[in-house]
């Protein structure tokens, strides 16, 4: 895994969770990177936020990094409280339905959600 520069040093600033940036890297409590972002899992006519899909650095399929584990989203990454062995245990995506993000990421809605 490898370790994310001082960001905080790098001008890193606190942002809402819809505008997490698209293929940022997402980090584990100790701060390395495991994966990067690919797409939110929300609600964004209701404001909640389920989580993300996250690309491993291992490579294979996109796995679910539920809300709960993100302590917080900045313009530079995501930090959890992940430990690298949670991390590296994420449970895969199960895939959905997707929506284009202006910024140029995706959304992902869950086909149990109703259209509002």
């Known amino acids: 895994m490898d370790k994310t520069p001082d960001l905080e040093?790098?001008?890193?600033?606190?942002?809402?969770?819809?505008?997490?940036?698209?293929?940022?890297?997402?980090?584990?409590?100790d701060g390395n990177t495991f994966g990067t972002t690919?797409?939110?899992?929300?609600?964004?006519?209701?404001?909640?936020?389920?989580?993300?899909a996250v690309k491993p650095h291992t490579g294979g399929k996109l796995v679910e990094l539920a809300s709960a584990n993100v302590v917080r989203i900045t313009t530079l990454a995501v930090h959890t409280d992940l430990s690298a062995?949670?991390?590296?245990?994420?449970?895969?995506?199960?895939?959905?339905?997707?929506?284009h993000l202006g910024r140029g990421g995706l959304f992902r809605k869950r086909p149990e959600w109703r259209d509002g």
């Open 9 to 29: 040093s790098a001008g890193e600033q606190q942002v809402a969770w819809i505008m997490t940036p698209y293929q940022a890297p997402v980090l584990d409590r």
């Open 38 to 52: 690919a797409a939110l899992l929300g609600d964004e006519a209701e404001d909640i936020f389920h989580g993300l």
């Open 85 to 99: 062995e949670a991390a590296a245990g994420l449970p895969l995506y199960r895939e959905e339905r997707w929506y």
